[in-house]
């Protein structure tokens, strides 16, 4: 799939991508499209193949080896998260990485993009927008929270672009990724957490990278809050039928794990307690506007049709 279009600097620049998720690896993909050389630090080595990538081995949580992997970045886009999907491993892990990133970054000028979710986001029942209450306390919530008020008081400039769930190419673990591809290219019954016709936003993980990229590039947009470009929210079983549709699949089959049901196997299993705390997003409208952000980075949504077609040649390429 081509990587979307990302304006090239009068010179190319530096940049620093940490973590090769599908977040790290398409920022990575989209600045060496547009001729920058990028560095990308994951514990592996691991990230995309290309000549202008240079791909390094290293813990960005170790403060002792960031300075001099920083020099002479741009921007610094830190997209690696918490080893497990818990708030213990999040507190644990998250606040003390995320310093020692800031701190590098600011010795070496470089501003810090970081991905963020909607969970802090106090009244997710209303339309979420840049400027809404982001006060959000306990659990998984409250932590990111402290991460955004963490990264106002930090001394180096910063940039944070929300998305709400993500779906696109290499895009895996996820409620739109191989939990909804699998079951509805294969023809068989999708089992979505809550309401499956609940309106819900997802964003185009290639849209994200983008506006990451777009708001690292002008410094007046820097020390915000921006939202990823994110389209109408669909439910889970429109998603579901646009992935179908892209595939040439007859429509899904969706079905409800009842909230009920989840929540007393959460009480017995801790991995199940983890979704639940999130069912919340699934039970009810679950929406986020982000049109103040496309007009102030000049960026729109990749059509649902494209993306879900983008996402499904993917799917098919890795051979799932």
Known sequence: MPSPEVPATPAAALYVATGAGPVGWTVAEQLAAAGHRVKVLTRSGSGPAHPLIERIAVDVSDPAHLGQLF???????HCIHGSRY??????????AAEQAVMAAAADAGAVVVF????????????????????????GKRGIRTAL?????????????????????PRVLGAHAGERMLKPVLAGKTLRVLGS???????????????????????????????HAPTGPALSQRQLAAAFAA?????????AALPGAALRIMGALLPQMRELTEMLYQFERPFVMDSGASEAAL??????????????????????R
């Open 246 to 254: 892209a595939a040439g699949a007859g429509s899904p089959k969706v």
């Open 115 to 138: 991905p963020e979710s909607l969970y802090s986001y106090s009244a997710p029942e209303q339309t979420m927008r840049e400027d809404s209450p982001r006060e959000a306390s306990g």
């Open 148 to 168: 955004l008020a963490a990264r106002a008081a930090s001394a180096a400039d910063t940039v944070s672009v929300v998305a709400s769930d993500f779906y696109g």
């Open 298 to 319: 000049g960026l729109t949504p990749t059509p649902l049709k494209e993306a879900a077609a983008a996402t499904v040649a993917w799917w098919g390429d890795q051979g």
């Open 86 to 95: 818990t708030a213990a491993s999040w507190g644990r892990e998250l606040p």
């Open 71 to 77: 020099q002479g970045a741009r921007a610094v886009f």
């Open 196 to 226: 499956p016709d609940q309106p819900h936003s997802f964003t185009y993980v290639p849209d994200l990278a983008a506006a990451m990229i777009a708001a690292a590039a002008d410094p007046a947009l820097w020390n915000r809050v921006w």
